[in-house]
């Protein structure tokens, strides 16, 4: 639509033209955003190019391989702001949470690690019969996360354990008392799903509420910091691999049993998701206490060495003066 407006054509009219002219007036389109937007005109101009068949069935020429007339660079301008979350700073982004829902989205997003289109289609069938669980499974397929298809995966298994389960279980039977199975796991007022856009308003605003910067995180940051966390459990990179729902390389693909649920179970409950607890004034003072008995050991060891050594010494004196008489 905007494309066209800027053309002043509608889309049989610019269809109707050579596949030159076609050419030119989508390069004179994009060309203005290539400098401050080059992902955004990257992806206009892989629409027009997708979307345009002349009369002939020819498509449109562009030039737009490495160094080519029409190539365009991609510049990932956020990596330099971009922050990652370390677990202390998601707990504060979770617990700025306005209601239970909310609460119950950013714990699912950390704890299980999956993208924000799985999470919108996540249905309440996906946990009914596991909220009585300490951790509950999540099935992710191509149908709850379509970026699967591009990498050839099936499916691949995540869970939520701990205050994530726990908070998910508290949710659901406040709001799916009477729910169908079919019913979205995450839905509004009325009742339909959440979408992206809401969840990325309402992370935003808990964002800022914990006093971080807006523009430095996102909705994917907490997959990113479920990432995180991954890497630091002492376990098999295969298994690092299939909690993220990555493809294997080489022939790992095809030695590693995406089937065994127990297996990546055991890996997943390594990774510690949970909160840091922070010490009681008892276990403060039981710690200074002990830290005083073994300054007062160490004292006392230092004073019985000094003792015997000047007991040496007098001796030594002693025996000095009984020669020279």
């Known amino acids: 639509m905007h494309f066209c407006e800027a053309i002043g054509m509608t889309p049989e009219e610019w269809r109707r033209l050579d596949k030159f002219e076609a050419r030119d007036l989508a390069w004179k389109y994009v060309q203005p955003k290539v400098k401050e937007h080059s ?15 002349n009369l002939n069935g020819e498509r449109l020429p562009f ?5 080519g007339k029409h190539h365009i660079h991609s510049i990932r301008k956020k990596a330099a702001y971009e922050k990652i979350p370390n677990k202390e700073e998601v707990y504060r982004v979770v617990d700025m949470a306005s209601s239970l829902r909310d609460k119950a989205i950013l714990l699912t997003l950390f704890q299980s690690g999956i993208r924000l289109n799985a999470l919108c289609s996540l249905l309440y069938s996906h946990v009914k ?9 999540l099935k992710i397929t191509w149908d709850i996360d379509e970026k699967l298809r591009g990498s050839s995966i099936p499916f691949y298994y995540t869970f939520v354990n701990g205050e994530g389960a726990e908070t998910l ?59 995180k966390i991954v890497r630091q459990a002492n376990i098999d990179d295969e298994d690092k691999e299939q909690l ?23 890996a997943y409950q390594k990774c510690n998701f949970a909160r ?27 004073l019985e060495k000094l003792e015997r050594e000047l007991e040496a010494t007098r001796k030594l004196l002693k025996e000095m003066l009984e020669g020279k008489k």
């Open 244 to 266: 993220m729902g990555h493809a294997l390389r080489g022939s790992r693909e095809a030695y590693f049993d995406r089937h065994d649920v127990e297996l990546t179970r055991e």
């Open 169 to 227: 279980r508290q949710y659901c039977e406040l709001k799916h008392k009477r729910s169908e199975a079919d019913t979205p796991l995450f839905y509004t007022r009325s009742r339909r799903v959440m979408s992206e856009t809401a969840i990325f308003m309402m992370f935003k605003r808990c964002i800022r509420r914990a006093g971080f910067d807006t523009r430095t995180m996102w909705p994917h940051s907490m997959r990113k910091a479920f990432r």
């Open 276 to 302: 840091e607890v922070p010490e009681g004034e008892v276990t403060k003072l039981r710690r200074r206490l002990e830290d005083e008995q073994s300054k007062r050991m160490l004292n006392e060891m230092r």
């Open 129 to 137: 019969d596991q909220l009585d669980n300490d951790i509950i499974m």
């Open 39 to 53: 992902a955004v005109a990257k992806n206009n101009l892989a629409a027009l190019k997708n979307w345009y068949r």
């Open 63 to 67: 030039d737009s391989g490495r160094g």
